[in-house]
């Protein structure tokens, strides 16, 4: 990997997890005022609906700067933007309206949005075994950490419906492109999904980090201890 291309995944990278941590304190925000502080209905629509205003302008704007520039990862975050804007116009009225399961979408659109930027940052890791390793073990290990550390137990089934979601889009995905290693990561992510389903304890999850850890570290450790292999696989790729 050369340096422009280095760069191109930094930029890829730091881009995708700022507009992730924006979409997904966006909506954690908007669930709290609804149900942990009981703000006022009336206050924290106003507020929504300007917030979704806002994120419309800026969408649009950076659609046509995009457009001008012919450039792709501009529009990508344009259209992130947009569906934000929308999706964010949409909870007011739901929630208020709609019965249960329909006054739920705050819930609901912040799940898809979490799969949708996994799947991404999968996308853009894939070209990099041995740093998509790495990654990948670091985000795993990340969500046993909080599961340990904050008692979290009650967000294993939406973990497993998002991970079980995202492996199917990656499995879609590696047999389009016909890539072997997106195929392992969409296994791998399968098999962790599944494992929300087995933690009932702290103990458990104990084990299951370990597990991964080593798993994903002595994977890595075979790709540089056997360059020649993995030279020579790509080598046939191409």
């Not at 964010?88 to 009225?93: D, E, L």
């Amino acid at each position: 990997m050369n340096y422009r291309e280095k760069t191109k995944l930094v930029d890829g990278l730091c881009g995708t997890f700022l507009m992730a941590l924006l979409v997904e304190v966006f909506y954690a925000l908007s669930d709290y005022a609804y149900t942990i502080y009981h703000y006022s209905i009336s206050s924290v629509t106003t507020t929504i609906y300007v917030l979704s205003g806002i994120a419309l302008a800026i969408a649009v704007a950076v659609l046509i700067v995009a457009y001008r520039k012919d450039n792709m990862t501009m529009a990508t975050y344009g259209i992130e933007l947009l569906i934000l804007a929308i999706t964010a116009a949409i909870i007011p009225g739901t929630y208020i309206s709609l019965p249960f399961p329909f006054n739920k979408l705050n819930l609901v659109f912040p799940l898809v949005f979490g799969v949708y930027y996994v799947g991404k940052i999968m996308m853009l890791l894939s070209n990099n075994k041995k740093r998509s390793n790495i990654a990948f073990m670091s985000i795993i290990e990340l969500i046993y950490i909080l599961l340990l550390s904050y008692g979290l137990f009650n967000l294993t089934q939406p973990l497993f419906f998002v991970g079980s979601v995202g492996a199917i889009i990656t499995f879609i995905v590696s047999m389009k492109q016909k890539k072997k290693s997106l195929l392992v990561h969409g296994i791998e992510v399968m098999l962790v999904a599944f494992s929300m389903l087995l933690i009932k304890s702290s103990q458990s999850i104990v084990f299951l980090s370990v597990f991964v850890g080593i798993y994903y570290l002595g994977k890595v450790a075979y790709r540089f201890l056997n360059p020649e292999k993995t030279n020579k696989k790509a080598k046939r790729r191409k």
